[in-house]
């Protein structure tokens, strides 16, 4: 789950939904929809998860997966796609079948009052600064990844400079003479 920290820094924030056609609830009042941090935004660079909402769920096949998407009414999500105007963008199936659409907007965002992770304060949405495109959803999976393999490269480069003092540490144990009775 995304991480904003900072006086104001969960205000005018660039964001993105991804809302499938049939993330609708059973009763039809609300939808869900993936509400993600542009990775454009300045507090996107070097976040490992974009997602306002990540719960770790396990499956019946046994197999880990994520949650991302949070309950929107209906209203809240037609003033998210007003806000965004134009700034949206067809999510296809393989066969090229519309199956969602994603929106850029920008908004305040707070922590949910029920549940976990951030939500969207739709009475402050308007027109995102960035432009919405075919390779959005794409770079934001590269932002992620870019960001995750930075971390891992940081924490390896960390763990090597601290060896060299254990391995010197260690030669210098090896190299005092022992005194021998006789």
């Known amino acids: 789950m995304v991480l904003i920290k900072g006086q104001g820094a969960m205000i005018g924030v660039n964001l993105i939904a991804i809302a499938y056609t049939r993330g609708f609830s059973r009763d039809g009042k609300s939808r869900y929809a993936d509400v993600q941090l542009d990775a454009r935004d300045p507090r996107g660079q070097k976040q ?5 909402k990540s719960d770790r769920v396990q499956g ?24 965004a105007g134009p700034n949206t963008e067809p999510i296809l199936d393989k066969d090229g079948k519309e199956v ?14 029920r549940g976990t992770g951030l939500v969207v304060n739709t009475k402050s949405v308007e027109a995102s600064e960035f432009e919405v495109d075919s390779t959005t959803l ?32 260690q030669a210098a144990e090896v190299e005092v003479d022992q005194p021998t009775v006789g």
């Open 48 to 52: 490992t998860n974009l997602h306002l």
């Open 60 to 83: 019946e096949d046994g197999k880990v997966r994520y949650n991302n998407g949070a309950p929107y009414s209906t209203s809240q999500m037609e003033e998210i796609a007003k806000a």
């Open 100 to 113: 969602g659409t994603v929106y850029g907007f920008k908004g305040n965002v707070m922590p949910a009052t």
């Open 138 to 169: 794409d770079n934001q999976l590269t932002s992620m990844r870019a960001a995750r393999k930075a971390q891992a490269a940081a924490r390896e480069s960390q763990a090597r400079a601290s060896a060299p003092e254990t391995e010197r540490e």
